[in-house]
């Protein structure tokens, strides 16, 4: 997995090649041979030290989890090798996870901090989207289903829950322009908890429609970030529309139990496992995913990550975390120099945030709940939705995306008609369409 330069190959994994006896607690003094430590050597050692410091946090010693980080953060660096800048970003995580044990710390010690401002947040996970291909993937899957499901409709009538990237239905009213039976009359409804996100999408998409002569309405709906709370009527789905509803890695932030309130160090068992296929009742995903049924939508196409990083305890938790930043982080190596300030940017805001998230966070405040497509077709098909395979075209068009950005790494591959994009090996999203069935 670790190369020699410290980047990783994910098709072999030292979380399975260390030996996990090895793991005993961290000396009690850093010792100078680490500093001279070869990078394969070293980022074995860092996922030493972050396993055996995510177990001592787990189990509430504190002291020997404060000398793990100590020995962390003399090797670990957010401008270093792709292990390097994976454990600056888990140690930090960790180190959140024992402040928040002490409400009164936590909120003292974070009470000046100034948040991002919107336009930065906005550019980075913009800049994000256009770096890496999973997200341009996607929309392209999605835009074929979404065409071939509309083939003859006179109205349209889009829902996108996550609004953020108006390239996507720039690309889609191009598309729908060219039909052969002409165009339809098309209304986007896009949600999104900033309104300056959805001004911008207005503007972009009344242009593209007026450039191409499409009848175009857009129906903006600022939401709280907790999209479960969405008001379905002002969705204002009309008798007679065709109606596809998208949702872009979102549906995992309803999967927050309002009944698990663990926000402490430990649970019992924290070195437990999860039942693979088991979840714990969601009462929000289940509720949401019925609301959706109710509006009869003709398509559902649905994003997610492909990881499982909802297991129950800490140490499940970071093994699988792992796994899946690090071919994450792997991809940013192959794309932009260790020096980049916008990497940093990108690594910090989105990656950064996401990994905290998943291992400092517990209860409702842990959204990032992560699963992985199994799981989701289960609760689709529960929820009243049959897959629709995934055409030939929508796959070839993928690939050949893929193909343009002339690195062996990118990979797709057809997953009982959904798609599965992957880094090397490693999956990293997946994408699968749904229709209504009665």
Known sequence: M??????????????????????????????PWLKELKPEERGLYLIHLLLNCSSLVAAGNLESANIALDQISGLASP???????????????????????????YKAFNSTRVPAAAAEEIAIRRMFFELLPFMKVASVISNQAI????????????????????????????????RPEGPPHLRITAVHHRREVLDQMAHALSDTAENLDIPFQFNPIVVDTKVEKLDFEKLRVKTGEALAVISVMHLHTLLACEDDPRGGLSSSNDSGSSS??????????????????????????VT????????????????????????LFDCMESTLPRVSLERQRMEKMVLGEEIKNIIACE?????????KLEKWSQRLEVAGFAGVPLSYYAMLQAKRLLQGYKCDGYKIRDENGSAVVCWQDRPIYSVSAWRFRR
């Open 2 to 31: 670790f190369q020699e330069d410290g980047s990783s190959s994910v098709t072999s994994s030292p979380l399975q090649n260390f030996p996990m006896t090895l793991l005993s607690p961290a000396p009690t003094a850093a010792h």
């Open 79 to 105: 401008q270093g090798d792709t292990m390097q800048r994976i454990a600056a970003y888990f140690s930090e995580a960790l180190a959140d996870r024992i402040l928040r044990s002490w409400p009164g710390v």
């Open 147 to 178: 065409v071939e499901a509309m083939e003859g409709e006179k109205m349209v009538h889009l829902i996108d829950l996550n609004a953020a990237q108006p390239a996507q239905w720039c690309a889609l009213i191009q598309d729908l322009s060219a």
């Open 276 to 301: 693979p296929l088991s979840s714990p009742h969601s009462p929000g995903v289940e509720s949401f995913l019925n609301a959706i049924w109710g509006l009869s939508p003709k398509l559902l196409v």
């Open 363 to 371: 209860g409702t405040e842990r959204r990032e709940r992560h699963e």
């Open 304 to 327: 997610e990550h492909e990881s499982d990083h909802n297991g129950r305890y800490l140490m499940e938790r970071l093994g699988e975390s792992l796994h899946f930043y690090a071919a």
